[in-house]
């Protein structure tokens, strides 16, 4: 039967598959006593259910290969036993027909029964084996609660899967995009946290706060994902399907228009010129920006080059991760950001430091990079040599204070120094700038701007701290709201304060390519955008609808409002 499940929207779009259930042991079980005429019907159910377990376990042994399989088919054979003990069928049978149990409350009275016998066992290793129970009786149930008609069986057997889970983490999801994932439904979670932003990344349509989720779908339920209402249609009718099919034709027209906006100029509807840059990490990445018109990379991220390495990574290794990058860019300029562990981040290498009581707060960004001079030096070398090759800034994460970026042009001083007399060629001059994501940092710009070339305002982290709050937590979406007037105050000082002084102000966070947000930033001053290059064409078509004196004129009173739903109201009248 049709159902709706609401939550929040994390990444919009809309998808069609079954439903892959991470948590499938937290199913409702029905404990109504069976009437006697149902008796046989549910025992009909229960042995179906049985069969189809047994049917998964011999198409999972199919699958396995090599060592693998070694490992895992005993654990298969010990399940498939389990499946066809007498003595635990006719324990079944007798609870339904006898007791009247329905199947899953007498699954489910089996699996108590047997798991006491294994915990009073003497040995360890047979009382471990109450897992092997579990997991069988798990799968029966699995089988059982799976309400798909043959008509809906038909058609999930031509899509492909959507996760419900409690939350999924950034590296799960990545790899289960690259095998057939369709869409993701969390029944917690936040539109901010790192796995949001990558399903946005990833163009994958993701629901984070569906409550019930876990609890109401079962694994094989056809799922119509519908992340522009914010909500999850289990067993979706006729109806469901044509606003699917419409809305995939309408995507389509819609990805061909966007399509054609690649090589156009990033402009405001009175003629203003805004710059777009592509945040990248790897070689797609600045592939993807080069198609999509970018004008250059706005914030490159080294670490993927220590977090991808079981060591440390050579300078020449660094250097031609650097210099593709460049050249990648056909002369397009490129804003290197130094190394960024610590925190959340943690290398094979051992350079982020484990156990800190508060890791955010902690020895990450450039506190890391100077803690390890040598180290960091490796990587400016490499920066320098590269910067030959194209036009190069530097770009220092977790900027506190002044002293700081003078420790790090001092070292970047000796590093040309040495490269000079291994006579290496090297470029002119190098821009250095302070990423801005610390309050402190923003709070005292002014200083900082006397040594720095450029800001680039980190709005992710910023946030967090002056909100004191995890972008993560959903129990905490009231706060860490990007509107809310203490960010926008700092956003918009930062960005005076960097005009005044005569010096380019980015912004590299998240809602950079949020196109929510994009009429507020024009509004507050900000003329230089950095996203992930699956958002460019979005942020420009916005752009281009847009009057850029008009949402100037309005930063007084985005600037006055109290709470971030007076802001949120007040950009939701921008017609301009």
């Known amino acids: 039967m049709r159902h709706v499940l609401p939550g929040s929207n994390a990444s919009r779009g809309m998808a069609l598959g079954r439903a892959r259930l991470v948590q499938p042991s937290r199913y409702l079980v029905d404990t109504r006593p069976l009437a006697e005429e149902e008796v046989d019907t549910e025992l009909e159910k229960l042995h ?18 090599g060592a693998l399989a070694r490992e895992v088919n005993e654990f298969i054979d010990a399940h498939s036993l389990l499946l066809d003990d007498q003595e635990l069928l006719r324990g079944l049978d007798d609870l339904v027909r006898v007791g009247h149990y329905r199947p899953g409350a007498a699954l489910k009275k089996q699996r108590d029964r047997l798991a006491a016998v294994f915990e009073a066992m003497d040995d360890p290793y047979l009382r471990s084996r109450k897992e092997d129970v579990d997991q069988v009786i798990n799968r029966v149930i699995s089988a059982l ?8 069986r038909k058609l999930a057997a031509r899509v492909g899967e959507i996760l419900i889970a409690d939350t999924i983490a950034p590296a799960d999801m990545a790899h289960l995009a690259g095998n057939g994932l369709l869409g993701v439904v969390a029944s917690s979670g936040s539109p901010y946290s790192h796995s949001a932003i990558l399903a946005r990344s990833l163009d994958l349509p993701m629901l984070v706060g569906v409550r019930d989720a876990l609890a109401t779908i079962h694994d094989d339920d056809l799922i119509l994902l519908d992340a522009e209402r914010a909500e999850a249609v289990v067993h979706p009718t006729a109806q469901d399907l044509a606003r699917y099919r419409a809305w995939q034709r309408e995507a389509q027209l819609e990805g061909r228009r966007l399509a054609s906006l690649a090589n156009a100029p990033t402009r405001t509807r009175d003629g203003t010129d805004i ?42 290794e660094q250097f031609i991760a650097y210099r593709d990058l460049v050249l990648g860019m056909g002369g397009l300029p490129v804003t290197i950001r130094t ?32 803690r390890y001079p040598a180290v960091f030096t490796t990587q400016i070398r490499a920066i320098l040599r590269a910067a030959c090759y194209g036009p190069v800034r530097v770009l220092v994460p977790m900027i506190t204070q002044p002293d700081e970026l003078i420790a790090v042009r001092t070292l970047f ?3 040309r120094q040495d490269l000079k007399r291994e006579n290496i060629d090297l470029p002119e001059k190098l821009q250095l700038g302070a990423m801005i994501e610390v309050p402190a940092a923003a709070i005292n710009v002014r200083s900082l ?5 450029f800001l680039a305002i980190g709005t992710n982290d910023l946030a967090q701290y002056v909100l004191a709050s995890d972008r993560g937590n959903d129990a905490l979406d009231n706060i860490y709201n990007p509107l809310q007037p203490a960010l926008l105050r700092l ?11 005569g010096k380019p102000v980015s912004l590299c966070g998240e809602i950079g390519g949020d196109t929510k947000f994009t009429a507020m930033l024009l ?5 230089e955008f950095s996203m992930h290059s699956s958002q460019l064409l979005h942020v420009r078509d916005r752009i281009a609808a847009l009057n850029h004196k008009g949402l100037r004129r309005l930063a007084p009173a985005i600037l006055r409002c109290r709470t971030h739903e007076e802001a949120e109201d007040l950009l939701s009248r921008i017609t301009c």
């Open 48 to 65: 179906r259910a049985l069969d189809t377990a047994r049917q998964e376990l011999r198409e999972l042994r199919g699958k396995l290969h």
């Open 145 to 152: 609660q799976r309400q798909t008609s043959r008509e809906e």
């Open 275 to 316: 710059r777009l840059l592509a945040n990248a990490e790897t070689p797609t990445d600045i592939a993807m920006a080069r198609a999509r018109g970018a004008d250059g990379v706005g914030l490159y991220r080294t670490e993927f080059l220590f977090l991808r390495h079981k060591g440390l990574p050579s300078e020449d």
């Open 339 to 370: 190394l960024d562990l610590g925190a959340d981040k943690a290398d094979a290498a051992g350079l982020a430091l484990r156990g800190e009581e508060n890791p955010a707060l902690g020895v990450r960004g450039v506190r890391l990079s100077l």
């Open 413 to 415: 001083k000796l590093a």
């Open 449 to 453: 701007l006397e040594h720095a070339d």
């Open 491 to 501: 956003i918009s000082y930062v960005i005076t304060s960097g005009r005044r002084a």
């Open 523 to 527: 509004a507050l001053g900000l003329c």
